[in-house]
């Protein structure tokens, strides 16, 4: 029972970490997403401080990530309610950056034919693909949660009935 609870605090800490990168990414992403469509067809700078944040904060979210799911085990608290909540909002986490790479994907694929062309869009490629995992590893982690959550709570229900 104290090792239950003495793994609240940091279980807490690490989730409130991954969220507030995930929502850094997503505020990012929104971001972007309106540069793309306000400007189709014309390939957009990307200013240097925002480009380090978002390499900082992929970074963050991925070393939370694996910390958590190496060394803090996820409490087992009871709600089913709850349970839903975090399971939607890992899936529609995960709904905003598959739109926004089908967007980058469905701009840029036309571009790709050309080796000049792919060259200059390989970083974004990559930026893109890790953010996309980042995002991945989020909606997992409150998938994780959830299942935890409605778990728990269904035993619990089961246990005094």
């Given at each position: 029972?104290?090792?239950?609870?003495?793994?609240?605090?940091?279980?807490?800490?690490?989730?409130?970490?991954?969220?507030?990168?995930?929502?850094?990414?997503?505020?990012?992403?929104?971001?972007?997403?309106?540069?793309?469509?306000?400007?189709?067809?014309?390939?957009?700078?990307?200013?240097?401080?925002?480009?380090?944040?978002?390499?900082?904060?992929?970074?963050?979210?991925?070393?939370?990530?694996?910390?958590?799911?190496?060394?803090?085990?996820?409490?087992?608290?009871?709600?089913?309610?709850?349970?839903?909540?975090?399971?939607?909002?890992?899936?529609?986490?995960?709904?905003?950056?598959?739109?926004?790479?089908?967007?980058?994907?469905?701009?840029?694929?036309?571009?790709?034919?050309?080796?000049?062309?792919?060259?200059?869009?390989?970083?974004?490629?990559?930026?893109?693909?890790?953010?996309l995992f980042s995002l991945y590893c989020y909606s997992?982690?409150?998938?994780?949660?959830?299942?935890?959550?409605?778990?728990?709570?269904?035993?619990?229900?089961?246990?005094?009935?």
């Amino acid at each position: 029972m104290l090792e239950a609870r003495s793994s609240v605090r940091p279980y807490l800490i690490c989730l409130a970490l991954q969220s507030a990168a995930a929502f850094a990414l997503l505020a990012e992403i929104g971001r972007i997403f309106r540069t793309l469509i306000g400007g189709l067809g014309v390939l957009h700078a990307v200013p240097q401080i925002e480009l380090a944040l978002l390499i900082g904060t992929l970074c963050v979210c991925q070393i939370v990530y694996w910390y958590r799911l190496k060394n803090v085990r996820i409490p087992e608290w009871r709600s089913i309610v709850l349970g839903h909540f975090f399971g939607f909002a890992g899936r529609l986490s995960f709904i905003f950056g598959g739109a926004l790479f089908s967007l980058f994907f469905l701009r840029h694929a036309p571009e790709l034919s050309s080796s000049e062309n792919a060259i200059v869009l390989l970083p974004r490629i990559a930026m893109l693909l890790a953010s996309l995992f980042s995002l991945y590893c989020y909606s997992l982690e409150l998938e994780r949660l959830a299942n935890t959550l409605q778990f728990s709570a269904g035993q619990g229900s089961r246990k005094s009935g």
